[in-house]
RNA sequence: GCCCGGGUGGUGGAACUGGUAUACACGCACGACUUAAAAUCGUGUCUCUUACGGGAUGCGGGUUCGAUUCCCGCCCCGGGCACCA
């Protein structure tokens, strides 16, 4: 036998997939499909980190498995990289993108390869390749004449230090998610994805995915359901009316003032009524120059001001209501105004400050101080039952909404309405490394798409990448890109100089690996239809809200016009743990902490590397790396190659036979249930075994390898050939158990004693209560707790256990 | 504040549908081999007790013959959302 040398037996074995290409596949409607997906990686200039593998390889075993189990497997792979870092490195070197980008891949490349990952390597794609954002373009000019892309002045995100707008979901606690630094708010321009559309059908079809709870649950969060209803207040001495959304419709006939955001346009437009002007025009400003921060400080002081002189009526009650501003209603949400009462901790808050009205109109279930409630000393926020509400008294608030809706629905002032968290989506960005957005600005026609032919419409080559101060992409001042014909007149015009944001080229790169080397269509219809949808996506949490929310929307849309056949990109969606660095910390840059796999498949190989990662701890939860730790999953391989010295012609062991088939049962189960750790647990169980007995049958020893095989390809692969056979390990069948073996007719029977263990029997599967209890009764260490006992009850479950009560 | 996870040896963790808690691995200790060390192999390793036994799965209760597992009330840690009407 061989010392077990990893570097040249990987070496071997890569060389060998590089030139047979075993993982590439072609679409073939008499096999069964799977499409197993990862989430491609972002090349950056750092490298790859111990983090991916985690992911690639936990796929990889499934990829592998269904190889085994006779699929025609989809595991591919390519590049996201479109986006700032690159950028930023650019304007730092004055290299170009492009060319950064191409380096970094070569570097993942190679990387990615010396883990032995079975992706296809045949349908590389590139987000920045021209004939791939050709079709990423030409998806925006089909959301675009839906009516679904369109432009918009607004307040945005924006990012003083990179220089950005950035989406919603790119603000976290109100700094930007990239550099950390406070995001300001500036008036601009941009263009519009209408994801809010979508958000009904992006709630409810969750149903119908296989995604882990989480992510439905987060996602649900995101998009912000709730059912209320909208109800007109009618502005006294005037036709108009305010409309106000609440899911509290039950507490109507308290309702007794109303506020406004600061922003709400309906200021504007009654200002002649309001007779303090001046302070409410301080107050907004000083709302205006607020940060995010600050704004949602929790332990900011509620303020507001009331809009003297103008009212509105109840539409329960009829009364007269003041109307004030304050700064935690919101603009964006619902129609940025409410309807104030005695039931809402703000509201009440409020009132008491600035001397506005209360009144209560719901009384606790429970009644617990309700004296205190109604005298108005404290707040009560929960439902109950209403009284103050005319015909609607003594009803449940559930009972009560659906009636007072209808009731004002009558009269006109109130009808059921969903509001939604979600917002649309601002889809420009002021920057240099992107996909330019296809359209045109013409000085008659005004926004012109660019016609179908013309795409890919090219970044033009500049030197400059720096963006602007005034907010302008670097592309504005290319002014002969910039200037050009109008398609539909041939008139001056202008092209738009926004480019995508680096989402766009994820939001729909899996349906490009079902054919991606077509140039007349994003994908051919026969691979759309024999693929269909991803079989398996795993990917991180961190991609909950933004890519795979903005993918099924992007889907969804792309199934609207009848481009692709399913609703739903991704049928099962799971999740990996992060890998932290020793000690428990976030691997970052800054910290430089950041560990490299180069090293460990450099010292102990990628099999056992493979090995570690999956074996660390339970998949889907954050672990820290521990160098100690990969003794234990190198040991294990040189056990597994050292069986080759006592392995046996024709030996068969009975015993082990058993803990072998369990093994196949537990190994398969596992896998499909991403418990990799303790299907690498059970496998050094059988290893320990081989140890002991020193008694392996060939056979047994082939079915040990082929379990382990899509966790450690390479050196599976060697003692495959080395065991004489001629076909690859990866190309075996996968091992099927024998469920009769794992039946045996005797089991230990556990015996309790008052619930604790006093012994175990070996005994016949079937053994009846009277013969067991006759068995037991001359083993000593049972015998001395029963002799003398009265015996209350007895617990028996056949084959497993009995329990005496004494 | 709300919504998800989670809390088990010195460490990472295991435990089916309520049925032998601590599998597997790391570390440590001792032993074997060695002139020596490394590697490897073997033994031990929750805790109290000389022992018989007892006690331990964040804390306090409950259900049960029996609870890491189910129920109620707390505490702590991680993640997500957050003035959302």
Redesign the pocket.
């Known amino acids: 036998m061989n010392q077990y040398d990893h570097n040249k037996i990987e070496k071997k074995w890569q060389n060998v997939w590089e030139k047979k290409k075993p993982n590439k596949v072609k679409e073939n409607p008499k096999l069964k499909k799977f499409y197993a997906l990862i989430e491609f990686p972002y090349p950056s200039g750092a490298g790859l980190h111990v983090g991916h593998p985690r992911s690639y390889v936990a796929m990889d075993i499934i990829a592998r498995k269904r190889r085994a189990e006779g699929f025609n497997v989809l595991y591919p792979i390519g590049w996201d990289a479109f986006g700032l870092p690159t950028e930023n490195f650019a304007i730092k070197t004055g290299i170009h993108p492009a060319k950064i980008t191409k380096d970094n891949i070569k570097i993942f490349t190679k990387q990615i390869k010396s883990l032995g990952v079975s992706f296809d390597w045949s349908r590389e794609i590139d987000t920045t390749d021209p004939k791939y954002y050709k079709w990423t373009q030409w998806i925006f000019l089909q959301f675009f004449n839906a009516g679904l892309a369109y432009k918009k002045k607004m307040t945005i995100n924006w990012c003083p230090v990179d220089m950005i707008g950035l989406a919603n979901e790119e603000v976290?606690n109100g700094c930007c998610e990239r550099c950390g630094n406070v995001v300001e708010k500036k008036e601009k321009e941009q263009w519009m994805l209408a994801i809010t559309k979508y958000a009904d059908r992006l709630d409810k079809d969750l149903d119908e995915t296989d995604f882990i709870?989480?992510v439905k649950?987060?996602q649900r969060?995101?998009i912000?359901k709730?059912e209320?209803a909208l109800v007109k207040f009618k502005i006294l001495n005037s036709n108009e009316y305010i409309e106000v959304?609440?899911?509290?419709i039950d507490t109507i006939f308290s309702g007794t003032y109303l506020i406004l955001?600061p922003e709400h346009k309906l200021i504007k437009e009654f200002s002649n009524q309001i007779t303090n002007l001046n302070e409410v025009s301080l107050y907004q400003k000083k709302v205006s120059l607020m940060t995010e921060i600050d704004?949602?400080n929790?332990n900011?002081e509620?303020t507001g001001i009331q809009l003297n002189g103008l009212y509105v009526e109840n539409p329960a009650t009829g009364e007269k209501m003041p109307v004030c501003i304050a700064?935690?209603?919101?603009e964006h949400?619902?129609t940025?105004a409410?309807f104030a009462d005695a039931h809402?901790k703000?509201d009440f808050d409020l009132a008491k400050k600035i001397n506005l009205p209360l009144k209560v109109s719901i009384k606790p279930k429970n009644e617990v101080d309700f004296d205190k409630i109604n005298n108005l000393e404290i707040c009560y926020e929960g439902e109950g039952i209403l009284f103050n509400s005319s015909q609607f008294d003594g009803l449940s608030s559930e009972e009560a909404r659906p009636k007072i809706i209808s009731w004002l629905n009558t009269k006109g002032l109130a009808e059921i309405k969903t509001n939604y968290?979600l917002k649309d989506w601002i889809f420009s960005r002021q920057r240099y490394w992107g996909e330019p957005i296809p359209i045109v600005h013409c000085e008659k026609c005004g926004i012109v798409p660019i016609p179908e032919k013309e795409l890919p419409l090219k970044l033009p080559n500049i030197k400059n990448y720096e963006p602007t101060q005034n907010g302008e992409s670097p592309l504005a001042s290319i002014t002969k890109w910039v200037n050009t014909k109008c398609p539909n007149c041939k008139g001056k015009a202008k092209r738009e100089t926004d480019t995508m944001p680096n989402w766009a080229g994820s939001s729909w790169y899996y349906l490009r690996f079902m054919d991606s080397k077509n140039n007349k269509a994003f994908a051919g219809k026969d691979n759309l239809k024999y693929w269909n949808q991803v079989d398996w996506y795993n990917g991180g949490?961190e991609h909950t809200?933004l890519h795979l929310l903005y993918s099924r929307f992007w889907h969804k849309f792309l199934f609207d016009q009848g481009l692709v056949p399913t609703s739903e990109p991704y049928k099962k969606r799971t999740s990996h743990g992060m890998i932290l660095a020793e000690g428990g910390e976030k691997m970052s840059k800054s910290r430089g902490n950041v560990i490299n796999p180069d090293e460990s498949v450099k010292a102990v190989g990628a099999d056992t590397l493979r090995i570690y990662e999956m074996f660390?701890?339970?998949f889907d939860?954050?672990?820290a790396w521990d160098t100690?730790?990969i003794?234990?999953a190198r040991?294990?391989v040189e056990?597994v190659w050292k069986i080759q010295e006592y392995v046996s012609e024709s030996t068969v062991n009975n015993d082990l036979e058993i803990l072998i088939h369990k093994t196949i049962k537990k190994v398969s189960e596992d896998i499909e249930e991403m418990?990799f750790?303790?299907a690498i647990?059970s496998m050094?169980?059988v290893v320990?075994e081989f140890?002991k007995v020193k008694n392996v049958s060939k056979d047994q020893y082939k079915i040990l390898l082929r379990l382990l095989a899509p966790f450690a390809p390479h050196f599976t692969e060697e003692i495959w050939s080395i065991l004489k056979n001629k076909n690859s390990i990866h190309s075996e069948e996968w091992p099927k158990y024998n469920p009769d073996l794992l039946e045996s007719d005797t089991k230990?029977i556990?015996i309790?004693i008052?619930?604790?263990?006093r012994g175990?029997v070996k005994a016949n599967n079937d053994i009846s209560e009277s013969d067991l209890r006759k068995q037991i009764e001359d083993i000593p260490e049972i015998h001395k707790w029963i002799v003398n006992q009265e015996i209350k009850?007895v617990?028996f479950?056949k084959g497993?256990?009995l329990?005496i009560?004494v």
């Not at 700064?327 to 919101?330: A, I, Q, R, T």
């Not at 008052?754 to 263990?757: D, Q, S, T």
Request: aromatic share 8%; charged share 25%; net charge positive.
């Open positions: 976290i709870e989480k649950i987060q969060n995101w912000g709730s209320g959304f609440t899911t509290r955001a704004r949602t929790e900011k509620i700064d935690f209603v919101l949400y619902g940025g409410v809402d703000r968290k949490m809200t660390m701890g339970p939860q954050a672990i100690n730790n003794a234990g040991r294990f056990k418990k750790n303790t647990s050094m169980i320990n140890e230990m556990v309790q008052n619930g604790k263990v175990t009850k617990v479950i497993k256990l329990n009560v």
